[in-house]
T-cell receptor, first 115, second 112 residues
């Protein structure tokens, strides 16, 4: 079945540091890939997505590239801010067989950014 | 611009009690689903629906029941609450193939 493996946290960085959170996946079809962010006490918000190989999703200074050859979708940001402190989830939606109703999630990575 | 609305936000139940978590969306989305979030586990799919009158089980359906009588609403019922059902529950919806899935703000449930 489908699965998502992401870097275990917690990750602690200083403000303006470079961020990478690794994510790799296993899927039977041609999945769409997502990064969701969850701020403390809130629900999940879509951060960015990519729907086919070599697509780059980007938003709020974050970016991730869909790499089919390495089955990866690593999240990066060049300079993090305190306000980026949150839990980040990598997820996939396997579009084969019409299964676009569901996401398979990684376990989440807690990021804390210190001033 | 309501999106996906869940109620209640917080609930404490005693073991054996039943309750319903409400979920409504105003985006005319076909697909709706319920997830639970547990520490170190990510989110896991409980039940889903691909349209009014159609529901099916996800990864962790035991102890939960759903129905979809309208496009807008997708309530989740806990039949006899157990401490193992202490979790944060998220309702989600999306329009169809390849479209973004939107989440509600979550319902924090504690079973004592």
């Amino acid at each position: 079945g489908d699965s998502v493996t992401q870097m275990e946290g917690p990750v602690t960085l200083s403000e303006e540091a470079f961020l990478t959170i690794n994510c790799t996946y296993t899927a039977t079809g041609y999945p769409s890939l997502f990064w969701y962010v969850q701020y403390p006490g809130e629900g999940l918000q879509l951060l960015l997505k990519a729907t086919k190989a070599d697509d780059k999703g980007s938003n709020k200074g974050f970016e991730a590239t869909y790499r089919k050859e390495t089955t990866s979708f690593h999240l990066e940001k060049g300079s993090v801010q305190v306000s980026d402190s949150a839990v980040y989830f990598c997820a996939l939606s396997d579009g084969s067989g019409g299964s676009n109703y569901k996401l398979t999630f990684g376990k989440g990575t807690l990021l804390t950014v210190n001033p | 611009n309501a999106g996906v609305t869940q109620t209640p936000k917080f609930q404490v139940l005693k073991t054996g009690q039943s309750m319903t978590l409400q979920c409504a969306q105003d985006m005319n989305h076909e697909y709706m689903s319920w997830y639970r979030q547990d520490p170190g586990m990510g989110l896991r799919l409980i039940h889903y629906s691909v349209g009014a009158g159609i529901t099916d089980q996800g990864e962790v359906p035991n102890g939960y029941n759903v129905s979809r009588s309208t496009t807008e609403d997708f309530p989740l019922r806990l039949l006899s609450a157990a401490p193992s059902q202490t979790s944060v529950y998220f309702c989600a919806s999306n329009k169809g193939a390849g479209n973004t899935i939107y989440f509600g703000e979550g319902s924090w449930l504690t079973v004592v």
